[in-house]
């Protein structure tokens, strides 16, 4: 079986790798195995030092990493610049923090002494998707590297050169080699490696499909998972609004990475007397992105990873648009089998459409309309994902309440919905479970451990002899 990476704005193959063996692979997590033992003994300063190098390295080669995503995957060079750096800014964040988010918690009892000590578990296998290749490795590897953990990583096999390069920044930072592999391998291989024992837990980020597949095999074999999955993500616009921001943020969020994001707004819930409003300005915004090679400095959005996504996408919207949506914003694709998909408004998104229930990874936006905030918060939790949303309103407290009431792992207030290194991220229904970033992401890998101290019993004093 070969692996290639293929340029989706040009159609070439630019490499092709033989996957690996299982022998090879087997031999690969015997390794890994015999590393855990011992990378889990060294100090947190020895591995925030080389944490740190990684973080240094990073910020060095970010020219040459931004350029393999935008022949890989089609990321515009200066996005896949930024994504680099926030690598490099999540390395030196679990490098400063980890000792902290690892240290004993007491816990007061009968005893003299009791706590909770969080110990490394050993392998962790990480299935990782192609749309962030550098950003959605980085923040599980860092975590479990600092947590005393190592890591095998499985990731999407049209990004094999993002893969190879990251495997390369740790193992130059000074990481033992085993503590961090990228195994070139298909999808058939990842049931294979969690049937092992020395596989002690799995991340996954991708699909419903391959979360549903990888937790079914781990719950087999007892074992942690941490799936991040799909998301449909609520952009909740009130009529008191400024309208003008959330329009012109709209179009951002629907637009990173050319729509091709989990937590990408891709459901624009408006009050009905400001949605002809907010629809014309979120038009002018997205008319004014720039495509083009991802090379180019100046190209705001690139190709779709592969053109058979586009091919997915298009079919989804036909359908509803037969179902009864209403094109708002010609695009899309133009002709069946390319990898370019411009930006498409669709409204009056109605329960028995596709667009409605699915999830649509490109950049077409929908339109749904609310008679109030009440019915936003409702249609907003209409969906079986919960990911992320935003709430916009100039009344903060009116938005943090409705926050509140809206099904998601994150939800912002007048702001885009991101991911950073300080806050936890992850979903609900759908879209997962477990998290990552924050202190909740570098304990989601430990044994949680209680330990037990009893008090010592002192010894009677003996009679005195009259």
């Known amino acids: 079986m070969a692996i290639a990476s293929i340029n989706p704005y040009t159609g070439r193959v630019e490499r092709k790798f033989r996957a690996f063996s299982w022998p090879q692979t087997e031999r690969i997590l015997t390794q890994a195995h015999r590393a855990a033992a011992e990378w889990r003994t060294t100090t947190f300063a020895h591995r925030a030092q080389l944490m740190h190098r990684a973080a240094d390295l990073l910020r060095e080669r970010q020219d040459e990493l931004a350029r393999i995503m935008a022949l890989e995957m089609g990321k515009p060079v200066v996005d896949g610049r930024a994504e680099v750096l926030k690598c490099a800014l999540c390395c030196d964040y679990y490098a400063d923090h980890a000792e902290e988010f ?7 009892t009968e005893a003299q002494r009791s706590f909770i000590s969080h110990e490394p578990i050993g392998v962790v296998l990480a299935v990782m998707p192609w749309n962030f290749p550098f950003w959605q490795v980085v923040r599980f590897a860092a975590p479990a590297l600092m947590a005393g953990n190592v890591g095998l990583l499985k990731h999407a096999s049209n990004v094999p ?68 999955l799909g998301g449909s993500d609520a952009f909740i616009v009130l009529a008191d609004a400024d309208l003008e921001l959330a329009a012109k943020t709209a179009a951002q969020t629907r637009m990173i990475n050319a729509g091709q994001s989990c937590i990408a707004a891709k459901r624009f819930i408006v009050e009905k007397p400001v949605v002809k409003e907010f629809i014309s300005k979120m038009k002018t915004h997205l008319l004014a992105f720039r495509t083009g090679d991802p ?75 609310a008679k109030n905030a009440e019915d936003a918060v409702r249609l907003a939790n209409d969906s079986r994902f919960g990911l992320g949303g935003s709430v916009w309103t100039r009344d903060v407290k009116r938005g943090e309440a409705l926050a509140r009431q809206v099904e998601a792992g994150a939800v912002f207030v007048n702001s885009m919905v991101k991911s950073s290194p300080e806050m936890p991220f992850g979903g609900v229904k759908k879209s997962g479970y477990g998290r990552e970033l924050s202190y909740l992401g570098i304990r989601e890998f430990v044994n949680q451990k209680s330990i037990w101290i009893a008090k010592e019993e002192k010894p009677e004093k003996q009679k005195k002899v009259e």
């Open 102 to 108: 690892l240290a004993d918690d007491p816990i007061k």
């Open 161 to 228: 050169q993002c893969a190879l390069a990251l495997e390369k920044i740790y193992h130059d930072a000074g990481f033992p080699a085993a503590t961090f592999r990228a195994l070139l391998v298909g999808s058939d291989m990842v049931e294979k490696l969690l049937e092992d024992d020395r596989v002690r837990a799995v991340t996954l980020t991708g699909s419903e499909l391959a979360g549903a597949q990888v937790a079914a095999t781990a719950g087999r074999q007892i074992k942690k998972t941490v799936l991040e």
């Open 295 to 369: 090379l180019d400095e100046d190209t705001q959005y690139g190709p779709l990873a592969r053109p058979d996504l586009a091919d997915e996408i298009t079919q989804q919207v036909e359908d509803s648009i037969e179902q009864g949506a209403k094109v708002e914003l010609h695009g899309g694709q133009s002709k069946p089998g390319t990898a370019l998909f411009r930006p498409m408004i669709l409204s009056n998104i109605k329960p028995k459409q596709r667009a409605y229930h699915e999830e649509l990874f490109g950049p077409v936006a929908l339109i749904l309309e």
